[in-house]
């Protein structure tokens, strides 16, 4: 063979080699995740035409180990720019889910892969993060949202059986609050994805100790969830083992907040566990609960008790203030009638908001003064953050990710500024994220 002619055969091998690498596909994802329109069937009589994610709302369970490296192509098959956050995982902020972290946004009609490491451990959940501003069929008014659940290294396994139960409101329309601001109410109710009477009761046997994990997936509404002769017993909180588990009657879950909470089944019976609000659950926020072998009408008791209180669950005691305060001042802005107020942190809107500026290793004690009339869910992305005063009761060991900051009320917890990159800082009311009340985390 002439010289010339083996190189070019060697060239021709050798384009060849580089095209089949580059034509080589990727290796298929661990999990797949579809973007799509759905109707959720909530009884035989009310149908919600949504949005969803493959195919149901809640999406799947994805469980993962802590852990794990884990690939998630995401499929958008809607009309309209998408993206999914994935909550209280302290991922990089370029998969985290927020396009002001600099998250790409999924294009209609195509997808995009997530890699990311699966930590911490405990029940987290996946939404979308679009603003709605005044699109009810946007946002976390839709049916996007499902629970992520990194399953722990050491799993206690000191329970028998488990249920995933989010809390959802459907049919979102506006109405006017006293002082004629725009609000958000809803008419249609459930437990996952039926109403109350319309769902296969849970069924359980006498004894047994049972797992609840409860996801508050509204957009806008505090829950408060009480089981018909029984107690809970809070175990974790935003997927967050507590210092002092408590026996409580019920839970109170704003937008966005977790509850991981046992029950020993020692009172035999048909009963409703569901919100306390009968309008609610009345219009479906609940589900039955039978013991085997019985039968009858399901029974709906009040609880006793109407308190809670996140300092129960933590250690009391005379704790040293520690880090550098940062305080943060949340304000209303009324816009005029028939139209949402505005929102302000140390009385900026975003985008004009002033960031928090952290250095990476140092503590921080943000302290969320809420100067309105309104209660706000504030959640920061890729941290987690522990309790150190609520309402001016000191506590410790109680670590979430999203905390209710009561009306005119303060709550301080300290930050270990330990995930670099951007991290967005809000409320999860989809109202006030959507018009103002978000700033950003800065490593500096």
Request: contains cysteine.
């Given at each position: ?114 890699t ?30 499902g ?50 009477g ?45 210092a ?19 029950v ?71 816009v ?20 928090i ?35 001016g009761?000191?506590?410790?060991g ?26 967005l ?20």
């Open positions: 063979m002439y010289r010339r002619h083996f190189i070019q055969s060697l060239g021709v091998g050798v384009v060849g080699a580089i095209r089949a690498q580059v034509e080589t596909p990727p290796p298929p994802a661990d999990l797949n995740l579809r973007i799509e329109p759905l109707t959720v069937e909530l009884s035989p009589k009310h149908h919600v035409k949504t949005i969803g994610y493959s195919g149901r709302s809640p999406g799947p369970i994805l469980r993962v180990p802590e852990g794990k490296t884990i690939s998630i192509d995401v499929f958008n098959d809607t009309a309209s720019q998408e993206i999914v956050h994935w909550h209280g995982l302290h991922i990089p902020s370029n998969v985290d889910g927020a396009m002001e972290e600099g998250s790409p946004m999924i294009a209609p009609r195509s997808s995009l892969r997530h990311f490491t699966a930590t911490p451990s405990g029940t987290r959940w996946y939404h979308t993060h679009v603003p709605a501003e005044r699109k009810l069929d946007r946002g976390l008014y839709t049916g996007q949202f629970f992520f659940y990194v399953e722990p290294k050491h799993e206690p396994g000191d329970y028998d059986a488990e249920f995933f139960l989010a809390l959802k409101d459907w049919d979102p329309y506006w109405t006017a609050q006293m002082s004629d601001s725009m609000d958000v109410a809803y008419q249609r109710f459930s437990i996952n994805d039926r109403s109350l319309f769902a296969e009761p849970l069924r359980v046997k006498e004894g047994q100790r049972i797992m609840f994990r409860f996801l508050n997936a509204s957009a806008t509404q505090l829950r408060r969830i009480a089981f018909s002769g029984h107690r809970f017993r809070v175990m974790a909180l935003d997927g967050n083992p507590v002092v588990p408590q026996e409580v009657d019920l839970l109170e879950l704003g937008p966005a907040e977790r509850v991981d909470a046992q020993t089944m020692n009172a035999p019976g048909v009963w409703i566990l569901g919100s306390t609000d009968d309008r609610e659950r009345e219009g479906g926020m609940g589900v039955v609960v039978e013991y085997t072998g019985k039968g009858g009408a399901p029974v709906w008791q009040a609880p006793k008790g109407a308190h809670w209180d996140y300092a129960a669950f933590g250690t009391s005691g005379d704790q040293q203030e520690t880090g550098i305060a940062v305080p943060l001042v949340f304000r209303q802005k009324f005029s009638s028939h139209w949402q107020d505005k929102w302000t942190i140390n009385g900026k809107q975003f985008p004009h908001t002033d960031p500026q952290v250095q990476q290793g140092q503590v921080y004690r943000l302290i969320f003064d809420n100067q309105s009339d309104e209660a706000h869910p504030i959640h920061l992305h890729r941290h987690t953050f522990e309790l150190v005063s609520v309402g009761r000191k506590t410790r109680v670590k979430k990710d999203v905390v209710m900051v009561g009306v005119r009320a303060q709550v301080q917890v300290e930050l270990v500024a330990n995930n670099p990159g951007p991290s800082f809000h409320c999860h009311n989809q109202m006030h994220m959507d018009f103002g009340f978000m700033t950003m985390l800065q490593y500096v």
